[in-house]
C-alpha cells in the first residue's frame, strides 16, 4: 500500500514538470534541445549563407577580370597603334584622291563645251544636207537638169561636211566621257578611303568602350565582392559565432532540505514540522514562480536551469509525501 502511494506521489511529482513545460509551450523532452541548438542553428544557418554569397561574388569578379582582361588585349596600345597607322594612311588616301578628283574635274566645263560647239556645228552641217536635198527634189520636178546637177554636188560637200563635225562631236564627247570616268574612278577611291576612315574609327571607339566598360564592372565587381567578404568575415566572428551563455534565474533556488516527521503524544497522528511545511510551501510557490515567469516573457523554449527548478520544486514534494508514508507505517 505505501509503495502504491509512492509511485503516486512521483507521478504527481512529473506532472508538475509537464504542466510547466506546457505552459511554456513547447515539449519537455525538447526544451533543453531548443534552448541551445536554436540560436547555434540559427548563426551556421547565417555563416553558410554569408559564404555562398562571398563564393559568388568571387566568382562574379573572376568573370569581370576575365572580360577585363580581354577587353584590355583588344584595345592594347600595340593594336590601337595598327588602327591609327590605318586610319592616317586612308586618310592620306582620300587626300590625294581628292586632289586627283579636283584636278581631273578641271578641264570638264571645257569639254562640256567642246562637246556643245561640236554638236551645233553638226547640227548645221545636217540641216544644210537636208535644205540642199530639198531643193534638188524642186529641180527635178520643174526638170531643171543643171540646177539639179549642181545641187547635187553641193549636197555633197555638206554631207562631207556633216561627217567631218560628226567626227569632231564624236572626239568630244569621248574626251570628255574618258575625263568623268576618271574623275570619278578618284571619287570612288576617296570615298573608299573615307568608308576605311569610318570603320577603324568606329572600331577603334568601340574597343575603348568595351575597355572602359569592362573595368567599371570589374570595379563594381571588386566593390560586390568586398561587401561579400566583410558580410562573411562578420558572420564567423566570435560574437556571432559563440553562443550566449545562459544564466539561472534569479528566483529559482533549491528548494529547502525537509526534517523527518515526529509523532503526536497527544493525538497519535503524524503531523509535519514548521519546517516541513515552509520547505512544501517554499517548492509550491517556486514551481508557480518560474511557471508564472515562462508564461510572462512569452519565451517558447524555456532554459534547461528554469525547467531544473521546476523538476527540483517537484521533487521536494515528493520526498515529503515518501517520509509522510513511511512514518505512518
Do not use: W
Not at 165 to 179: A, M, N
Not at 202 to 213: E, P
Not at 219 to 236: L, P, R, V, W
Not at 255 to 272: F, I, M, N, R, V
Amino acid at each position: 500500500m505505501n509503495d502504491i502511494l509512492a509511485r503516486r506521489a512521483r507521478r504527481a511529482t512529473a506532472g508538475i514538470a509537464l504542466s510547466a513545460a506546457l505552459v511554456a509551450g513547447i515539449a519537455p523532452a525538447t526544451a533543453i534541445a531548443a534552448e541551445t541548438s536554436s540560436p547555434t542553428a540559427a548563426v551556421a544557418l547565417q555563416t553558410e549563407d554569408a559564404a555562398a554569397a562571398k563564393e559568388k561574388a568571387y566568382a562574379a569578379m573572376q568573370e569581370a577580370l576575365k572580360n577585363l582582361e580581354a577587353a584590355k588585349d583588344a584595345a592594347s596600345p600595340e593594336k590601337l597603334a595598327e588602327i591609327d597607322d590605318d586610319i592616317a594612311a586612308s586618310q592620306e588616301l582620300y587626300d590625294k584622291m581628292m586632289a586627283e578628283a579636283a584636278k581631273s574635274s578641271e578641264p570638264l566645263p571645257a569639254m562640256r563645251a567642246n562637246v556643245a560647239a561640236a554638236q551645233a556645228d553638226y547640227d548645221k552641217a545636217s540641216n544644210r544636207v537636208s535644205e540642199l536635198k530639198a531643193k534638188v527634189e524642186k529641180a527635178l520636178a520643174d526638170r531643171d537638169y543643171e540646177t539639179v546637177l549642181q545641187l547635187r554636188m553641193e549636197v555633197k560637200m555638206a554631207d562631207s561636211e556633216r561627217e567631218s563635225c560628226g567626227y569632231k562631236l564624236d572626239h568630244h564627247r569621248r574626251t570628255l566621257e574618258s575625263q568623268e570616268e576618271q574623275v570619278k574612278i578618284f571619287e570612288d577611291g576617296a570615298e573608299k578611303a573615307k568608308a576605311n576612315i569610318d570603320a577603324c574609327t568606329a572600331k577603334r571607339n568601340a574597343l575603348l568602350s568595351d575597355l572602359n566598360k569592362a573595368q567599371a564592372a570589374y570595379d563594381d565587381a571588386c566593390k560586390a565582392y568586398e561587401e561579400a567578404k566583410a558580410a562573411a568575415d562578420k558572420a564567423t566572428s566570435p560574437e556571432v559565432t559563440q553562443p550566449t551563455e545562459t544564466t539561472p534565474p534569479s528566483g529559482s533556488t533549491q528548494p529547502a532540505e525537509t526534517t523527518q516527521p515526529a509523532s503526536s503524544p497527544s493525538t497519535g497522528k503524524d503531523t509535519l514540522p514548521s519546517s516541513t511545511k515552509q520547505a512544501n510551501s517554499s517548492s509550491g510557490k517556486q514551481a508557480n514562480t518560474t511557471t508564472g515567469k515562462l508564461a510572462n516573457t512569452g519565451d517558447t523554449a524555456p532554459s534547461a536551469i528554469a525547467l531544473a527548478a521546476v523538476a527540483a520544486a517537484g521533487l521536494g514534494i515528493t520526498a515529503t509525501a515518501t517520509r509522510r508514508i513511511r512514518n505512518s507505517k
